[in-house]
């Protein structure tokens, strides 16, 4: 009997020690140390890992790291340079493959809206909260403003993309994330309220996720018993920065596989 009591403890004090070593890999105690680096590139294989079709884009900051170009290659060419001028107190003109594009930008060089036309009558707007994460998207057009995007933000990181059909009111999808312990301290995007893989580097549209993302469910309102998803997988470079990004998932059309590479300046 003894002996039986003594293996008992001695297992109920290792299953103690591996519950405390969860909490503290929870809490982020396991994550490694991550400096914040300004990304360099961003490259997306569109051809599923063969590299036939490759786009890569080199970003160019100034003094206050905010982009002012954007070196756009295509299979190694060099396939455009996408434009970034900020004369115009609160304004930002981006000219890509010679088209302007004018946004409203507030005093942390965010920007506020987008402009859809010259008279500048209907864009799409974006609101953030006191610590410069973006909350909400709408769309202003026929003299109404309609709801695209609420977001709800978690100790930093966005748990909830919820979108709206064209009234702004009908929600059409609640996609869901979950989050690893790794940091996102170089600002990775990954929730795409802004479907973009270039424009969102240099918070040009605010805070980026605390967290890198683990996995996404969308809950679709036409759908219901639908159970698309998507898991992240990450390999880091000798600095402990995101080297490569894999987003394997499910949609209506199958499976899916996309996947990124980013680089870093040194400092």
């Known amino acids: ?112 809206k987008e402009f859809w036309n010259e008279e500048q009558t209907e864009y799409e707007s974006y609101q953030y909260n006191s610590d410069g994460q973006m909350i909400k998207v ?29 009234d702004g009111v009908s929600v059409t999808e609640d996609r869901e994330f979950a989050y690893t312990i790794g940091d996102n301290v170089s600002g990775i995007h990954q929730i795409y309220q802004i479907d973009s893989e270039w424009k969102n580097v240099g918070g040009t549209f605010g805070k980026q996720s605390k967290k890198l993302v683990d996995s996404y469910v969308r809950h679709i309102t036409a759908d219901p018993t639908s159970n698309y998803r998507a898991d992240f997988e990450y390999t880091f470079d000798t600095k402990n920065r995101v080297a490569t990004q894999t987003k394997n998932g499910t949609s209506s059309g199958g499976p899916f596989s996309e996947s990124w590479s980013y680089t870093y300046y040194e400092d």
Do not use: Q
Request: hydrophobic share 35%.
């Open 138 to 166: 709408f769309e202003f057009y026929d003299g109404t403003s309609h709801l695209k995007y609420d977001l709800t933000i978690l100790n930093g990181n966005v748990t909830n993309r919820i979108r709206y059909g064209d």
């Open 1 to 112: 009997m003894k002996k039986y009591l003594m293996f008992l403890s001695m297992a109920v004090l290792t299953l103690s020690m591996v519950l405390i070593s969860a909490c503290s890999d929870d809490e982020g105690g396991g994550a490694p140390e991550v400096e914040a680096s300004l990304i360099k590139s961003i490259s997306i294989d569109y051809s599923g890992g063969s590299g036939d079709e490759v786009e890569m884009w080199e970003f160019i900051y100034d003094d206050n790291d905010r982009v002012t170009s954007i070196n756009n290659f295509w299979n190694g060419d060099l396939d455009d340079v996408i434009l970034y001028d900020y004369s115009v107190a609160g304004k930002l003109t981006i000219t890509k493959s010679g088209n302007e594009t004018v946004y409203e930008i507030d005093s942390e060089n965010r920007v506020t």
